[in-house]
């Protein structure tokens, strides 16, 4: 039991370090920037920006959980929100009721996105192909088949009523983010209340063990897998509705992005830790960071930058913590797609 | 015969000689020695990086910054060479590169051999970090005055001339440097004690370090070589395109480490071979010449490559899941 507690705390200790830079980071901002950062404009604003890319690294987190990772949630994004563009403007072509089109665009996008993520679990859970390799070749498929199906333009001309989705607030609280925790809630109530939940963090520390525990570990990676491509179809009806169309290549950029969120929110990508509230942190410093370097006009691409120094700074002072818990967790593992486990410091 | 076609190899030179002779049926011109120099020319780059992706899988780890470490010292070597107004030859814009390349590898080589970070990590991390870096403090415009040794570079050809259709082909130098780094990459795995340690590091990290190998120093070695070849790819790519943009080449990534999976070497480590990464890399850039020849619309590039790497890897994963091996 004395292992189990320092997984714990140390996990803690991580959400406490993350809790502190976050707030840091806003309150350097607010300070640096007071009647710019601090207003209620820019709240409502970056609560517009961040749901979308917190979806997508919640899908990324759920992957990871297990050891593996989700590489094909842009590919998976984009086309399920294309074929959900596409059924808005064939039944919709004049607009129409708005929780018709909303719920047509939700039914097509998730059941597409869950489909996505079926295709995945069987090579991952059925063939047996590694997740990073698997969902490497089915992103670039999705990817491929929406830019089939659009011919590679975009999908315009979605209806009026689906820009709710993206662009509404309900008294001042924007959609999106409601939408956002809305998940936020549903996938800590899983990962914490449910067997499932359960299940995944004892598969993801060492499966082997949970084999032997009679848990299923093919049918884990296929509910798993089935999550990722759901959240993702999400954040991709999101994306569409806040760009106001749909094509093949958006959000390309996100992919590494989503790792980065999920990592520095104290998932660990050898599986087996991670939680929501990790991620939610992570995401809020990330946003917060980058909102306040453009009120001090630094260019996108310093932000670049400073992202990646903050993801190697975190984990560089995390290491230590983070080492303690690989060297129990992973031992006779012998599967973990890095270099990095290692032996007693 | 079922030993030889589980080997990716076998499987992914049948794939590249089916797509070769059903072109050819197609368009009998395709078959020919323009063409052949124009896939080389078109290759070659990809080919330079991923002789450095194969290193570093083969040891177990995984690089996605090399793009952005290739940009960077592509570009810094350029805009110093211009600024300073020293024309210089092509050697001296290889060695700037290189070396640049080579610091930037470092630092890959210092969060994960001394910090032992989780190489995705670490190089997701560099990757953001010298990208923003290169076009914060560096620059962002486009350089199209590239200083003559690299103009120079791309019009020396080993081979010109015109074939019986009256096509004009040539064969630019820059091959060389794919041939040198071939021959440098086969010596060092094949024919050194490092070569060695570089395979064992990939099939246990654990009983690597137990047996005595020098883990943090190989891994060190592994990224600074990384950086250098690709810092060489940034520049002969510059050279050859006759421009330096800042923004080229990153976006690469993901293809190439596709390209080298694709040619057999493993993820898990210890596994993968040059010639397979060759072929990996002829049949993606055959592909994605070969596809409009066959009539089929570009756009159907993306699911072509990746159900290709799905079956490219997912069948002698199936075949080795039947057999009982565990992975």
């Not at chain 1, 939610?280 to 946003?287: D, M």
Request: net charge positive; charged share 10%.
């Amino acid at each position: 039991m004395a292992k189990t507690s320092r997984i714990v705390s140390s996990d803690h200790r991580h959400l406490l370090g993350l809790a502190a830079l976050t707030v840091a980071i806003f309150v350097a901002m607010s300070l640096a920037r007071p009647g710019l950062f601090l207003t209620g404009a820019n709240m409502q604003s970056m609560a517009f920006q961040f749901p979308e890319y917190a979806i997508l690294a919640l899908a990324m987190m759920t992957a990871m959980l297990t050891g593996g990772i989700d590489l094909s949630i842009i590919g998976t994004a984009n086309l399920s929100s294309i074929l959900a563009a596409l059924a808005m403007t064939a039944l919709f072509p004049t607009g129409g009721n708005a929780v018709a089109v909303l719920a047509l665009a939700l039914l097509v996008g998730l059941s597409v996105g869950c489909l996505c993520g079926v295709i995945n679990g069987l090579f991952i859970a059925g063939i047996g192909l590694p997740p990073i390799l698997a969902t490497l070749g089915t992103g670039i498929v999705y990817t491929g088949i929406g830019v089939v199906v659009t011919g590679g333009s975009a999908v315009v001309g979605l209806p009026d009523s689906f820009a709710v989705l993206g662009n509404a607030a309900v008294w001042a609280v924007p959609v999106p983010l409601l939408v956002f925790a809305a998940v936020a809630v549903v996938m800590a109530f899983v990962l914490n209340r449910t067997i499932y939940g359960h299940s995944v963090y004892l598969f993801g520390t060492n499966p082997r063990a949970s084999r032997f525990a009679g848990l299923k570990n093919g049918r884990l990676n296929m509910t798993t897998y089935m999550i990722s491509g759901t959240l993702a179809a999400l954040a991709g009806l999101i994306l569409i509705s806040r760009a106001n169309s749909a094509k093949a290549d958006y959000a390309e950029s996100y992919l590494l992005i989503t790792v980065l969120i999920a990592v520095l929110g104290g998932t660990n990508p050898y599986g087996g830790v991670g939680r929501v509230l990790g991620v939610v942190l992570a995401v809020l410093s990330l946003q917060f960071l980058s909102s306040g370097l453009n009120m001090l006009q630094v260019s996108n691409f310093a932000k670049e930058f400073v992202w990646g120094l903050t993801l190697l700074l975190a984990m560089s002072v995390t290491r230590i913590e983070w080492r303690r818990m690989i060297d129990f967790s992973g031992v006779g593992r012998g599967r973990s797609p890095n270099a990095a486990t290692g032996d007693k410091p | 015969m079922a030993r030889l076609f589980a080997r990716n190899e076998t499987l992914v030179a049948t794939i590249l000689l089916l797509f070769i002779i059903v072109t050819s049926i197609v368009d009998p011109s395709f078959l020919s020695v323009p063409t052949l120099f124009d896939l080389l020319r078109n290759g070659l780059i990809m080919a330079i990086f991923a002789i450095g992706v194969l290193l570093v899988l083969i040891s177990g780890g995984i690089d996605v910054s090399f793009t952005a470490l290739a940009a960077f010292a592509m570009y810094a070597t350029t805009k110093t060479l211009v600024e300073t107004g020293v024309e210089g030859s092509m050697a001296l814009a290889l060695a700037m590169s290189g070396g640049i390349g080579l610091c930037l590898g470092l630092v890959n080589g210092f969060f994960v051999g001394t910090m032992r970070l989780p190489t995705l990590i670490v190089t997701l991390g560099t990757l953001s970090a010298f990208r923003g870096a290169l076009l914060t403090f560096v620059g962002s415009q486009l350089i199209s005055n590239v200083p003559d040794g690299m103009r120079d570079f791309s019009r020396t050809m080993l081979l010109r001339g015109t074939n019986a259709d009256g096509y004009f082909y040539s064969l630019p130098a820059a091959v060389l440097v794919l041939l040198l780094v071939v021959v440098l990459t086969w010596f060092i795995l094949y024919r050194t004690m490092l070569g060695r340690n570089i395979f064992a590091i990939g099939g246990s990290l654990d009983s690597a370090r137990r047996i005595g190998i020098p883990v943090t120093k190989v891994q060190y070695f592994i990224y600074a070589y990384v950086g250098t070849i690709s810092g060489i790819a940034g520049i002969v790519h510059a050279s050859l395109a006759r421009v330096a943009n800042p923004f080229d080449i990153v976006g690469l990534e993901l293809s190439v480490i596709a390209a080298v999976v694709l040619g057999g070497a493993r993820l898990q480590g210890g596994t993968g071979t040059i010639t397979g990464t060759l072929l990996g890399v002829a049949l993606i850039v055959v592909i994605n010449n070969s596809l409009i020849t066959l009539g089929i619309p570009s756009t159907w590039q993306n699911i072509v490559i990746g159900l290709l790497i799905l079956l490219g890897t997912g069948v002698p994963a199936w075949q080795a899941r039947r057999s009982g091996r565990t992975e």
